[in-house]
């Protein structure tokens, strides 16, 4: 197959790929509902206009799931991305309306744009394309999914489980490439380890707090010693070092990061990063609260176990001495472990980044996700290998004025077309 005639069916679709990314972002699909159904309508309509065979899959019928997919000899190619996104948080902190699909200054413009709705429409391009080349040598699936974000219940966890995930080799579109000039592909992604600090004490009239005791001000005693497993060393495999050393390095050139940003971001790779994200407790302003929690946001680079971590926790929490403190989590086995990853050393790996080399010109490094992405289930629950090439810019994944540039947005249609193409 000619990539270069492939390299300029992608190029003149500019306008196309621009306009369905757009159009996704106008759908509001964030959590806490995370509904997909208006979406996966949208990308239906488009299918069925380009004569796509497609199925929906759905466990919830407001979270439902879409696949494309287009028939060919070979082995089976399948690409896995998301619909649902995070909330928008302040209105006022976007530049343009975080749900308006702006085009501006080269680029979509919105929630979601980058993660990932900017890859969904890659993807939806790259269907279109293959569909109309009258011999494919291997067939393609490409997987829309719901629920990622909150851990792919209705979405890639769910399809995993119930087998409906089958394939040779997987590609995310998750996550960052690194874009023309420092292209690169993940072989993995962290997993995590959340926690819950719950504080328990006795109510009184807020006006004579020595007959009540505090929670919340036993949480936010109890709040830096959950901190305290940011020092916790991980227990990954050895054979990981070298892939934890790229993407350190990735990641210091892709970010602006000041000295102390890049030392902690080096250090979280060896051991879990830590941050408190929710905070909740207190009835009224005349009422000692008698419980209160805080939810954490715990990541492990891939191999590591979580149940280690989890009673390292306890552990310290205990050591505070302070009453009336617990941790929830969820239930892990000893030989549980976080996150997934590939060896770099594959014939996967090494076909994935001579596509990419081609078309960029540029060596091709390999990284470790700070995130979690559908991967886990598609490489953990369904077994298929799994790597990740995503149409994201780096540092914009759940940030306010999130946008993608459509040098990236074409970028991707590209990869993801000829992948399939030339897979053996």
Not at 121 to 145: C, D, G, H, Q
Not at 193 to 199: D, E, P, S, W
Not at 218 to 236: C, M, R, S, T
Request: charged letters at 25%; a negative charge.
């Amino acid at each position: 197959m000619d990539l270069e005639k492939i390299f300029k069916l992608a190029e003149e679709a500019e306008k196309e790929v621009t306009e369905l990314c757009s159009g996704l972002v106008k759908f509001n699909s964030a959590h806490p509902d995370g509904h997909t159904d208006e979406a996966v309508a949208y990308i239906k309509k488009y299918l069925d206009e380009h004569d796509i065979e497609n199925e929906v899959h759905a466990s919830d019928p407001k979270k439902p799931n879409i696949v494309a997919r287009i028939k060919g000899g070979g082995k089976k190619v399948l690409w896995v991305g998301h619909l649902d996104v995070v909330p928008e948080g302040k209105p006022e902190n976007w530049t343009y309306p975080p749900y308006s699909g702006t085009v501006a200054d080269g680029c979509v413009w919105g929630r979601g744009s980058s993660d990932m709705k900017g890859a969904c429409a890659a993807a939806m391009v790259s269907a279109r394309i293959l569909n109309e080349i009258k011999e494919v040598p291997n067939t393609v699936e490409f997987w829309f999914t719901s629920d990622e974000e909150i851990g792919g219940g209705a979405g890639a966890r769910w399809l995993a489980e119930s087998g409906r995930f089958k394939g040779d080799v997987c590609i995310i579109g998750d996550g960052n490439g690194g874009g023309p000039e420092s292209p690169s592909i993940d072989l993995g992604c962290k997993g995590g380890a959340g926690v819950k600090l719950i504080a328990r004490g006795q109510t009184a009239h807020g006006s004579q707090p020595y007959l009540g005791d505090n929670a919340i001000k036993k949480l936010i005693a109890g709040i830096p010693w959950v901190e305290k497993i940011n020092d916790f060393p991980l227990d990954f495999p050895d054979g990981l070092k070298p892939a934890i050393e790229d993407s350190i390095e990735f990641f210091k050139n892709a970010q602006d990061l000041t000295p102390a940003q890049e030392e902690l971001m080096a250090h979280n790779y060896y051991t879990p990063s830590v941050t408190c994200n929710i905070i909740n407790g207190g009835v009224k302003t005349n009422v000692i609260p008698d419980y209160a929690e805080a939810q954490f946001d715990i990541r492990l680079t891939p191999g590591s176990h979580q149940l280690r971590v989890v009673e390292r926790i306890k552990e310290l929490v205990k050591e505070s001495g302070i009453k009336g403190l617990e941790v929830e989590h969820r239930e892990f086995k000893p030989e549980d472990t976080a996150g997934f990853s590939e060896t770099p050393d594959s014939s996967f790996a090494k076909q994935f980044k001579e596509v990419i080399h081609e078309l960029t010109g540029k060596p091709v490094n390999t990284k470790i996700l700070t995130g979690g992405t559908d991967g886990i289930s598609t490489s953990r629950r369904a077994g298929i290998p799994s790597l990740g090439y995503g149409t994201s810019l780096t540092g914009q994944a759940h940030q306010p004025n999130e946008h993608i540039t459509i040098e990236n947005l074409v970028l991707g249609t590209k990869i993801y077309t000829a992948f399939p193409l030339t897979y053996k």
